[in-house]
């Protein structure tokens, strides 16, 4: 699903970000990239994005090799990834319906279409009776699930978490990190930065340890003990 082979990004001057990495994920999987602030864990989400571009190596992401995308391709590349950041990223004067509609308006889909699939994501995120409330009437969970089911709406086969509960307290947390195992249960492959010990070793799945660039440490329902 996911294939980075020996991955160098430095950032000018001279700071290292990725250096040498390889890694694989599988289709389906969760997996949570952890390590201290600058080991290069969002640098990760950026190249599969394309808001970054690897000064070495090669990016493949479902048979597609990403490396030198073309920028007209860009946007198709990212309605197959769904993306959550820490500080939601909600426009503030639209409501949660029409934020999530939003994502696909962009994206030319029909009106019709946008009926149909934002209710289901909705439903799915547990705000279907919020679909009316404004960013501001959102408690920060509520907040979060509502950015998630912005990400949902093109039916990702891949959903990127960049410190998705970094602003939230340990009770929504925990609910939103139930959600994207959630997710994750319907087939989408989820990966997961943070810096929280305790958000990785609730999942008890695979754990890649990143430190100054590099993955030091990969394993199967890892725990996160630095």
């Given at each position: 699903?996911?294939h980075?082979?020996?991955?160098?990004?430095?950032?000018?001057?001279?700071?290292?970000?990725v250096?040498?990495?390889t890694?694989?994920?599988e289709?389906?999987?969760?997996?949570?990239?952890v390590?201290?602030?600058?080991?290069?864990k969002?640098?990760?989400i950026k190249?599969?994005?394309v808001?970054e571009?690897p000064?070495?190596?090669?990016?493949?992401?479902?048979?597609?090799d990403?490396?030198?995308i073309?920028?007209?391709?860009?946007p198709l590349?990212?309605?197959?990834?769904g993306?959550?950041?820490?500080?939601?990223k909600l426009?503030?004067?639209?409501?949660?319906?029409?934020?999530v509609?939003f994502?696909?308006?962009?994206c030319?889909?029909?009106?019709?279409?946008?009926?149909n699939v934002?209710p289901q994501?909705l439903?799915?995120?547990?705000?279907?009776?919020?679909?009316?409330?404004?960013?501001?009437?959102?408690?920060?969970g509520e907040?979060?699930?509502?950015?998630?089911a912005?990400?949902?709406v093109h039916?990702p086969k891949?959903?990127?978490?960049?410190?998705?509960?970094?602003?939230l307290?340990?009770l929504?947390?925990?609910?939103i990190i139930?959600?994207?195992?959630k997710?994750?249960e319907f087939?989408?492959?989820?990966?997961?930065v943070?810096?929280n010990r305790?958000?990785?070793?609730s999942i008890r799945?695979?754990?890649?340890?990143?430190d100054q660039?590099?993955?030091?440490?990969?394993?199967?329902?890892?725990?996160?003990?630095?």
């Open positions: 699903m996911i980075f082979k020996k991955i160098n990004k430095i950032y000018y001057p001279k700071t290292t970000a250096k040498d990495l890694l694989h994920i289709p389906k999987e969760f997996v949570s990239v390590g201290q602030s600058g080991a290069g969002s640098t990760l190249l599969l994005n808001q571009r000064d070495d190596g090669r990016i493949i992401i479902g048979g597609w990403i490396t030198d073309k920028q007209r391709e860009v590349l990212r309605r197959q990834l993306v959550v950041y820490q500080d939601f426009l503030p004067k639209k409501t949660v319906y029409e934020n509609a994502a696909m308006e962009v030319g889909v029909s009106s019709r279409r946008i009926k934002v994501v439903k799915i995120v547990g705000l279907k009776d919020k679909t009316d409330r404004y960013p501001h009437q959102l408690s920060g907040t979060q699930r509502a950015a998630i912005r990400a949902l039916r891949i959903l990127l978490a960049d410190e998705p509960t970094g602003n307290d340990s929504n947390t925990k609910d139930d959600l994207l195992l997710i994750n087939g989408t492959t989820i990966l997961l943070t810096h305790d958000v990785v070793n799945k695979r754990v890649v340890l990143m660039g590099e993955i030091i440490s990969d394993q199967e329902e890892g725990k996160y003990i630095l």
